[in-house]
């Protein structure tokens, strides 16, 4: 049963513009979200991270967003840049790391 | 190096083959972390070792994986009588903290992986 679940598997944006990645979870006892980034044949990298105490946290381009009453989270990356092209994991965390099944994000020149 | 490492990089297997993946966690790390993904998912939960301790083993999904951590360092993940099912990308990852709520320090960090195919 998926605790975590990313719903589009792709996106598609131009540069310049900016993407946002979403994310949904189940189980309101999580307290901890990241966002792992992934390219091919490489293994997941973190990117941001935010506590559920808070309810956005900011790095650079990157903008974390939690909506704890909707179990939502969404990242926010501005403005987007080629090299941000890859697949996006977004995590909870409890006792162990849940993880999503991943966001191929295009970044279009 | 600095990151995880880990080998072989790919490794085909016969059906009923035993396997065995290495895991080169980042030095001083205190966690380690298997994972299997198969294709179009995400990374899913197997073990957890707290220096040699295996301390959550709930995500193995049968009694033919085993894994081991015997001097708190390098891990071993070894399946034995591999079945096609069994194929997926294994992917370690190490955190400098132990687990329990987790905090900036836990952020785990991922090694590159293991791709196993069973023909």
């Known amino acids: 049963d998926q605790q975590v679940k990313q719903n589009s598997p792709s996106l598609s944006v131009q540069e310049g513009r900016i993407s946002i990645l979403n994310c949904d979870y189940t189980n309101s006892m999580f307290d901890y979200f990241l966002w792992y980034k992934k390219y091919p044949a490489e293994g997941p990298t973190f990117l941001i991270s935010?506590?559920?105490?808070?309810d956005k946290n900011e790095d650079g381009r990157f903008t974390v967003f939690l909506n704890k009453s909707a179990k939502h989270l969404s990242l926010h990356i501005v403005p987007s840049q080629p090299g941000d092209s890859a697949v996006y994991f977004c995590?909870?965390?409890?006792?162990?790391?849940?993880f999503g099944t991943g966001t191929s994000l295009t970044v279009i020149p | 190096g600095a990151g995880v490492s880990q080998s072989p990089r790919y490794k085909v297997a016969k059906r009923g083959q035993d396997v065995a993946l290495r895991c080169d966690p980042i030095s001083g790390h205190v966690s380690l972390f298997w994972y299997q993904q198969a294709l179009g998912q995400g990374p899913e939960f197997l073990t957890y070792f707290q220096n040699e301790a295996q301390l959550d083993k709930s995500g193995l999904p049968s009694d033919r994986f085993f894994a081991e951590r015997p001097e708190g360092s390098v891990s071993t993940l070894k399946i034995q009588r591999t079945q096609q099912e069994d194929s997926a990308v294994y992917l370690c990852?190490?955190?400098?903290?132990?687990?329990?709520?987790?905090?900036?320090?836990?952020?785990?960090?991922f090694g590159a992986g293991t791709r196993l195919s069973v023909l």
């Open positions: 990852a190490s955190s400098l903290g132990g687990q329990g709520r987790v905090v900036a320090k836990n952020i785990q960090y």
């Open positions: 935010i506590s559920s105490i808070k």
């Open positions: 995590a909870a965390t409890g006792n162990q790391f849940y």
